[in-house]
């Protein structure tokens, strides 16, 4: 079945630091793969998707590629800033016309100033 | 900015007590989803609807647990009995209808209802 791995957190960087969060995936046909983030006390946003190979998402200076030749979607940053202080979720929509999510475990992100 | 709301923000209740958490999807987004959020589980996946109809409720306990959509814009999720154990953080999240196999069903998430059962 589908499924989704996300390196294990938390994570912490200096501000300005470089940000890379692995996920890698498995699933039949074509997802269409996404992140999430979570600040305290809300619910998730989504930050970026793509929907077909090789496509690039971004948002907030966060980029990720579709890569099906190595089922992955890492999630990067170039510089990171203490706002950014949240939980990332790699998730993967499957092929079928359902809308349901899997998501991965989350990895936790702490940038210090 | 239309956004998917909860209610209760919060909710303090005794063991053996009927809870019933309210989701208000956005306008015009036809599916509904119901997640529980916990440290030690993540997120799981409770129900789904999609135009009112459950469409996969296996993530669910089916004796204490029940998700409904009276209307379009009301979506329930009730426990009853509660159990210390059902203490989380529950989330409902809606998405636009898709537009074939290439949509990308992006999910829209509520601030959560966080549960305490003593």
């Known amino acids: 079945g589908n499924s989704v791995t996300q390196m294990e957190g938390p994570v912490t960087l200096s501000e300005e630091a470089f940000l890379t969060i692995n996920c890698t995936y498995t699933?039949?046909?074509?997802?269409?793969l996404f992140w999430y983030v979570q600040y305290p006390g809300e619910g998730l946003q989504l930050l970026l998707k793509?929907?077909?190979?090789?496509d690039k998402g971004s948002n907030k200076g966060f980029e990720a590629t579709y890569r099906k030749e190595t089922t992955s979607f890492h999630l990067e940053k170039g510089s990171v800033q203490v706002s950014d202080s949240a939980v990332y979720f790699c998730?993967?929509?499957?092929?079928?016309?359902?809308?349901?999510?899997?998501f991965g475990q989350g990895t936790t992100l702490q940038v210090k100033p | 900015d239309a956004r998917v709301t909860q209610t209760p923000r919060h909710k303090v209740t005794e063991m053996g007590q009927e809870v019933t958490m309210r989701c208000q999807p956005i306008?015009?987004?036809?599916?509904v989803f119901w997640y529980r959020q916990t440290m030690m589980q993540g997120l799981e996946l409770l129900a789904y609807f999609r135009n009112r109809a459950p469409l996969d409720d296996s993530g669910m306990p089916k004796d204490r647990f029940s998700a409904e959509m009276p209307d379009a814009t009301l979506a329930t999720l009730k426990i009853q009995p509660s159990e210390p154990r059902d203490s989380a953080v529950y989330f409902c999240a809606s998405g636009p209808r898709g537009q074939g196999a290439r949509s990308s069903y992006e999910q829209y998430f509520g601030p959560g209802t966080r549960l305490t059962v003593t």
């Open positions: 699933a039949t046909g074509y997802p269409s």
């Open positions: 306008l015009g987004h036809n599916t």
């Open positions: 998730a993967l929509r499957g092929s079928s016309n359902t809308g349901k999510l899997i």
């Open positions: 793509a929907t077909k190979a090789d």
